[in-house]
């Protein structure tokens, strides 16, 4: 009869495992990292691919603000010159603010998907999947609006332009650019707060037809601050629709511009390029400060 022989046990086999240098510690964190990125652009796909179902939604994005540049510029073209300050016409004082408000409404919009995927179960079920981080449906609704954002607001200089409004240079462009995902950034935090928070859809459009309007008129989109009564400057100088707009009209009429111009006057203080800017920022940091609590009490 044939025996097995079985050799004995090495010195290799009884030794413990042990991680190669750093590399073990560092291959999670780089694993984790890869899947945060690979769920925020599968999450950010599906709503292009929502998008690209409705194509009416970007489309009437895109005719919007060009209908408001074309109709109000047309409504306000006999007024005198230099009424609205430095401005040539009224169209290009008009451009920077249909260009921020643009920018707002998309954004204000930004919590209405995350809301319907909550009301017809969908984001449940994201939320019981083993997601690396469930912020991954947060920045992935962030990175949607800012796209369509940019967009309009290419379609909106572009339009400026063709109405002579002029172009401001390349440095300018980069500043509109800034400007507007700093204010599409606040603004969507806020939005996708408000769609944890209210209770369905119908609560979340009533607050954004209701916070719409206000604040536009309640800001220098269409009129300067010297045209408005004392306490509707008072208001408009709170908006922080005004801190992304002068600056953006500002970058439009002085191809000169530096972080130390003025932009603005209110009731307040002078207010420069660069102080708007920290103002848009500061916006920023409070919402996203305000939201994370929010956020992480949902998710858990």
Same mark, same amino acid.
């Given at each position: 009869m044939s025996q097995t022989v079985t050799p004995p046990p090495s010195n290799l086999d009884n030794a413990p495992l042990k991680p190669?240098?750093?590399?073990?510690?560092?291959?999670?964190?780089?694993?984790?990292?890869?899947?945060?990125?690979?769920?925020?652009?599968?999450?950010?796909?599906? +709503? *292009?691919?929502?998008? @690209?179902?409705?194509?009416?939604? #970007?489309? /009437? $994005?895109?005719?919007?603000?060009?209908?408001?540049?074309?109709?109000?510029?047309?409504?306000?073209?006999?007024?005198?010159?230099? +009424? *609205?300050?430095?401005? @040539?016409?009224?169209?290009?004082? #008009?451009? /920077? $603010?249909?260009?921020?408000?643009?920018?707002?409404?998309?954004?204000l919009n930004a919590g209405l998907p995350v809301m319907f995927d909550r009301e017809f179960g969908f984001l449940n079920r994201l939320l019981v999947a083993p997601l690396a981080s469930r912020f991954s449906i947060v920045l992935a609704s962030a990175i949607f609006i800012a796209t369509l954002s940019l967009l309009q607001t290419a379609a909106i200089i572009i339009m400026c332009a063709v109405l002579g409004a002029g172009i401001p240079g390349i440095a300018g462009l980069l500043l509109v650019t800034g400007i507007v995902l700093t204010l599409v950034l606040g603004v969507t935090a806020l939005s996708l707060a408000l769609a944890f928070a209210l209770p369905g859809h119908i609560e979340l459009i009533a607050v954004i037809f209701v916070t719409n309007l206000p604040l536009l008129f309640a800001s220098t989109a269409l009129a300067p601050l010297s045209f408005m009564p004392r306490w509707l400057q008072v208001v408009a100088s709170l908006n922080p629709l005004s801190y992304a707009i002068e600056p953006i009209r500002y970058v439009y009429l002085h191809s000169d511009w530096a972080l130390s111009s003025l932009v603005m006057q209110t009731p307040f203080a002078d207010i420069s390029m660069g102080a708007a800017l920290l103002v848009l920022i500061g916006f920023d940091a409070i919402a996203l400060l305000g939201i994370r609590s929010l956020l992480s009490r949902n998710f858990a």
């Open positions: 190669a240098g750093g590399a073990a510690a560092i291959a999670p964190q780089q694993s984790g990292l890869s899947e945060f990125v690979q769920e925020t652009s599968a999450l950010t796909k599906r +709503l *292009f691919i929502q998008l @690209q179902r409705r194509p009416s939604t #970007l489309i /009437a $994005g895109l005719i919007q603000p060009i209908m408001w540049l074309i109709l109000f510029g047309a409504l306000f073209q006999n007024v005198p010159p230099g +009424l *609205f300050g430095d401005s @040539q016409n009224y169209g290009q004082f #008009l451009g /920077a $603010g249909i260009m921020v408000f643009t920018a707002f409404g998309g954004a």
